[in-house]
C-alpha cells in the first residue's frame, strides 16, 4: 500500500492547465526530493521532473514541479493530446530503505 | 542511446520460480543502481529491489527473502529471480536505472508475466 497518495484521475482540455497532486507527511515528502515519472501503457515509463522541479533534457517547459512540507505536485500547462497518460510520484526513503511510488493519475484530454 | 529490454518466459506457473532478464544496450552497466518494478493489472508501481554494478543489493521487505537479484557485467545484462510465485505476482515487470541521484532515469517497455496455477 503506497503512503503517497495521487488522485485516480485529473482532465483537461486543449490548452488548459492541470495539475495533479501528490500528499504525503512530513516524514516522506517533507524528508526526500520528489520525481514524477509519465507512462503511456505499452511503453517505457519517462522522467518528467526530478529532485521536486527539476527538468530533464528534452521534457518541455509545460511540465512542472512543485513541493510543501507534505504535498508535491506536477503541473501541466497548455495540455496537450500525447499528454494523456499515466502519471506517477515517486521518492527514494530512508525510513522505508527503498523506493515508493504514489498511487497514480490518469490524465485524460477532453 | 543507452537502451534498456526486459526479456524471459511470460507464463510462470504457481509455486515456481520467475526469472527475468534486463539487457542494457548502447552503454555500460557500471556506476549504476538497476531496479525492478513492477505494476499489476489495474494497479500502481511497486519497486521491488535494485542491484549495484559491483553486486550490492536491496530489495522491497514485503517480498522478503523471495526475491534474488544480481549482474552480468560481461553480457551488460541484470537478473531478476522470484521465487514461489503465486498469482499476485502477475505484473508487468520493468527495469529501471537510478545513476545514484534517487530517480530512475532510464526505464525499459516493460514486459507482461502472467502466473498460471
Known amino acids: 500500500q503506497s503512503v503517497l497518495n495521487q488522485p485516480p484521475s485529473a482532465s483537461g482540455t486543449p490548452g488548459q492547465r492541470v495539475i495533479i497532486s501528490c500528499s504525503g507527511s512530513n516524514s516522506n515528502i517533507g524528508r526526500e526530493a520528489v520525481n514524477w515519472y509519465q507512462h503511456l501503457p505499452g511503453t517505457a515509463p519517462k522522467l518528467l521532473i526530478y529532485n521536486n522541479d527539476q527538468r530533464p533534457s528534452g521534457v518541455p517547459d509545460r511540465f512542472s514541479g512543485s513541493k510543501s512540507a507534505t504535498s508535491a505536485s506536477l503541473a501541466i500547462s497548455g495540455l496537450r493530446s500525447e499528454d494523456e497518460a499515466d502519471y506517477f510520484c515517486a521518492q527514494w526513503s530512508d525510513s522505508l530503505n527503498g523506493y515508493v511510488f504514489g498511487t497514480g493519475t490518469r490524465v485524460t484530454v477532453l | 542511446q543507452v537502451q534498456l529490454q526486459e526479456s524471459g518466459p511470460g507464463l510462470v506457473k504457481s509455486s515456481e520460480t520467475l526469472s527475468l532478464t534486463c539487457t542494457v544496450s548502447?552503454?555500460?552497466?557500471?556506476?549504476?543502481?538497476w531496479s525492478w518494478i513492477r505494476q499489476p493489472p489495474g494497479k500502481g508501481l511497486e519497486w521491488i529491489g535494485f542491484?549495484?554494478?559491483?553486486?550490492?543489493?536491496n530489495h522491497n521487505a514485503s517480498l522478503k527473502s523471495r526475491v534474488t537479484m544480481s549482474v552480468d557485467t560481461s553480457k551488460n545484462q541484470v537478473s531478476l529471480k522470484m521465487k514461489s510465485v503465486t498469482a499476485a505476482d502477475t505484473a508487468v515487470y520493468f527495469c529501471a536505472r537510478d545513476e545514484g541521484a534517487g530517480y530512475f532515469d532510464l526505464w525499459g517497455q516493460g514486459t507482461l508475466v502472467t502466473v498460471s496455477s
Open positions: 542491484v549495484s554494478s559491483s553486486g550490492f543489493s
Open positions: 548502447g552503454g555500460s552497466i557500471s556506476s549504476s543502481y
